[in-house]
C-alpha cells in the first residue's frame, strides 16, 4: 500500500474509533467518512463496508477495557463479591461507553472480533459464577444464561431513552443485584 493510502487508511480508523466511541457502532459512515475527509465509497475500498471497519477498530475501543474489569474482579477475594464486582463494572461499562454496550448485546455472529471479545467477557462471568456457587453467595436459581440476559438486558436500558442518570442506573443494577445473590452485597 503506497504511503497516502496508508495515511488515508489510519485518519478513517481515527474517525471511526471517534464516532463509535461517541454514538455506538451504528454511527453513520458517512459522519466517519466526512470527519476523515474521504468519501464513503473510499472506506467500503479500504474496509469492505461497516463490519470491516467496526473489525479493524472495536478491539482498540473494547478488549483494554474488558481486561481491566476481569483482573480487578479477579483481585477481590470473596467469590461472591467477585461476581458482584464483575457485574456492577461490565454495567457501568455499558452505561459509559456505547461500543462496549454494542460489543456485549448484540448478536454480532459474522464478526470473529467481537465473538472473541464476548467470550473474553462470559469466559470471565462464568467462571465468577461458578466460583460463587460454590460457595453458596449466590442464588442456585441462577445460570449463565441468566448472567448474559442481564447484561443484554442491561444494555436495552442503557439505549432506552430517560436512563442518562449515572444514579438511577446504579441504583437499578443494585436492585438486580440483590436478586442474584443469597446475601444481599
Known amino acids: 500500500m503506497r504511503v497516502d493510502a496508508r495515511m488515508t487508511t489510519q485518519v478513517i480508523r481515527e474517525a471511526a474509533q471517534v464516532e463509535f466511541s461517541a454514538r455506538g457502532l451504528d454511527a453513520p459512515l458517512e459522519a466517519i467518512a466526512l470527519a476523515a475527509g474521504v468519501s464513503k465509497g473510499t472506506i467500503y475500498n479500504r474496509f469492505g463496508g461497516r463490519q470491516g471497519l467496526v473489525d479493524a477498530v472495536v478491539e482498540d475501543l473494547v478488549r483494554v477495557k474488558i481486561e481491566q474489569i476481569v483482573a480487578a474482579a479477579r483481585a477481590v477475594t470473596d467469590p461472591g463479591e467477585r461476581l458482584a464486582a464483575f457485574l456492577r463494572e461490565t454495567w457501568r461499562l455499558q452505561f459509559s461507553d456505547p461500543v462496549a454496550n454494542d460489543v456485549l448485546t ?36 441462577v445460570s449463565e444464561n441468566d448472567l448474559w440476559m442481564l447484561i443484554r438486558a442491561n444494555g436495552a436500558v442503557v439505549r432506552a431513552e430517560g436512563v442518562a442518570d449515572r444514579d438511577e442506573h446504579e441504583r437499578l443494577c443494585g436492585l438486580l443485584l440483590t436478586g442474584l445473590f443469597t446475601d444481599p452485597r
Open 106 to 141: 448484540r448478536d454480532h455472529s459474522t464478526s470473529a472480533v467481537i465473538a472473541a471479545l464476548c467470550a473474553l467477557c462470559s469466559t470471565a462471568g462464568n467462571e465468577f459464577l461458578a466460583q460463587a456457587r460454590q460457595e453458596r453467595a449466590v442464588n442456585p436459581a
